[in-house]
């Protein structure tokens, strides 16, 4: 019966946490999968509209972004800007950057460049209308309107 | 004298924890949940001379749909008007005829009514073989200068989807399989079968600034 006393105090152990940097690496994961680089800071705000026939961009590479929205620092007025890179600019700088676009592409690729617009949903068509014909100058033919898929209120 | 093994220490991975924390907040900076889907679509190539920027459509083969600076939209074209309040009615919600059933309607013509597109026959190529398609047909969007986006990417989402169903039916009708299962071939056969040939004109500014 004395074998089974245990003498000195009792301690409770530890909680073991060598599995705390599994489920991180698992989080971190997730993270990576669903998320993309973000290769630019946004420098408007925008809310895309919802649709339900819309299909996704395949080969990011080949794909040029335009933001279009009001300025996220509300200093600047509520007016559209557009984004081009990582500077705001006007309709008419829209063909040089085009441009300069399709030159860092592969000769092959040049023609299947697609132009993503991404806008927030309350843009006067005034301004996208000006946006179209402007890449239409520039033959970027190819485009498609960023869109959340789901349907469209 | 037996030697007992040295108990070599295991390595303290306690710090394991605070790697991955790191990485993970760096991960969380600089990425964001983008969405990369979007409408895809074509423009036209910008007219080379002052002739192209206007063509003769004869009545018949013209679906007018414009949308106004209150973002209502009106469908028309020789059979009847309809008016829509909002995207909702747009879908076919109430008494209304959804717009992309009144686009089908006037692509196919199938009881050849004078007031829709002419059908001609055309050869497809097997197994589609010849078929009655109405080649000249235009729907044409206009919209005012202040209209919102929002409502345009509905009346385009509309549109658009009316000529996916169409072409999934056919691709159903003469393929057998759904449209995304077949090659790239089909795929263009069926695209040729039901092109896209939807106009959009300059935005009148009626609204005022």
Redesign the interface.
């Known amino acids: 019966m004395g074998k089974f006393n245990k003498g000195g105090k009792k301690e409770m152990p530890a909680l073991n946490s060598s599995s705390m940097p599994d489920i991180v690496f698992a989080i971190l994961f997730f993270f990576m999968v669903t998320t993309t680089m973000r290769s630019e800071t946004l420098m408007v705000r925008m809310k895309l509209p919802t649709a339900s026939e819309v299909q996704k961009l395949e080969k990011k590479s080949l794909v040029t972004y335009i933001n279009i929205g009001p300025p996220m620092e509300t200093r600047l007025g509520t007016g559209t800007q557009m984004q081009l890179n990582d500077r705001f600019a006007q309709v008419s700088e829209i063909q040089d950057y085009i441009a300069q676009e399709k030159a860092s592409m592969n000769e092959a690729d040049q023609p299947l460049m697609t132009v993503s617009i991404k806008a927030d949903e309350e843009t006067r068509m005034q301004y996208i209308t000006d946006v179209k014909q402007a890449l239409r100058q520039a033959y970027a033919l190819k485009i498609s309107y960023s869109a959340r898929q789901g349907q469209n209120k | 004298m037996a030697k007992t093994t040295r108990k070599v220490p295991a390595l303290n991975?306690s710090s394991?924890?605070d790697?991955?924390?790191l990485?993970?907040t760096f991960?969380?900076l600089?990425?964001?949940?983008?969405?990369?889907?979007?409408?895809?679509?074509?423009?036209?190539?910008?007219p080379q001379t002052e002739e192209q920027t206007t063509v003769d459509v004869q009545r018949r083969n013209l679906l007018v749909v414009l949308v106004n600076s209150q973002n209502e939209t009106m469908v028309t074209n020789q059979q009847g008007t309809e008016w829509y309040t909002n995207?909702?009615e747009l879908?076919g919600t109430g008494s209304k005829v959804a717009l992309k059933d009144r686009v089908k309607e006037f692509v196919l013509n199938t009881s050849n009514s004078e007031q829709l597109p002419e059908l001609t026959e055309e050869d497809f190529g097997p197994p589609i073989g010849i078929v009655p398609v109405t080649d000249q047909h235009v729907v044409s969007i206009q919209?005012?200068?202040?209209?919102?986006?929002?409502t345009?990417?509905?009346v385009?989402?509309e549109v658009?989807?009316a000529y996916?169903e169409l072409r999934e039916e056919g691709a159903r009708k003469y393929f057998n399989t759904s449209y995304e299962d077949l090659t790239e071939d089909q795929q263009n056969q069926i695209n040729d079968l039901y092109p896209q040939r939807i106009s959009?004109a300059?935005?009148k500014?009626y609204g005022g600034q």
């Open positions: 991975a394991m924890a790697i991955s924390f990485l993970l991960f969380l600089v990425s964001n949940m983008d969405v990369d889907s979007g409408l895809a679509r074509r423009l036209p190539p910008p995207a909702e879908r919209n005012d200068a202040t209209t919102s986006y929002k345009y990417i509905a385009q989402n658009v989807r996916n959009e300059e935005p500014n």
